[in-house]
């Protein structure tokens, strides 16, 4: 199973980004999907994951401007980034947990001052 991601790209500070990720073939017994990101020099951190139930969870310094969904029958999670600011700058990856932990390559995100 290959994760593929999509969306990232150069953008200016205050604008919006919405970044996919699907699944290559059906993946059985999700738990939860998720966002990543990675900052140059930094540990990769979570952004956002929700739940087969579809309860949320979010990065404090993201809180208010990110939104996390799915649609559980493409096995196909999204995040739509609002506000977006130069600190949110990395390279974003879709991450799928369910019997095993599945990760996507990852789309660059730049969000230029």
């Known amino acids: 199973v290959q994760l593929q991601a999509s969306g990232g790209g150069l953008v200016q500070s205050g604008g919006s980004l919405r970044l996919s990720c699907a699944a290559s073939?059906?993946?059985?017994?999700?738990?939860?999907m998720g966002w990543y990101r990675q900052a140059p020099g930094r540990q990769r951190e979570l952004v956002a994951i929700?739940?087969?139930?579809?309860?949320?969870v979010y990065a404090d310094s993201v809180k208010g401007r990110f939104t996390i969904s799915r649609v559980n029958a493409r096995n196909t999670v999204y995040l739509q980034m609002n506000s977006l600011k130069p600190e949110d700058t990395a390279v974003y990856y879709c991450?799928?947990?369910?019997?095993?932990?599945?990760w996507g390559r990852g789309t660059l995100v730049t969000v230029s001052s």
């Open positions: 991450n799928i947990y369910a019997t095993r932990t599945f």
């Open positions: 929700i739940s087969n139930l579809g309860s949320t």
């Open positions: 073939r059906n993946i059985l017994s999700i738990h939860t």
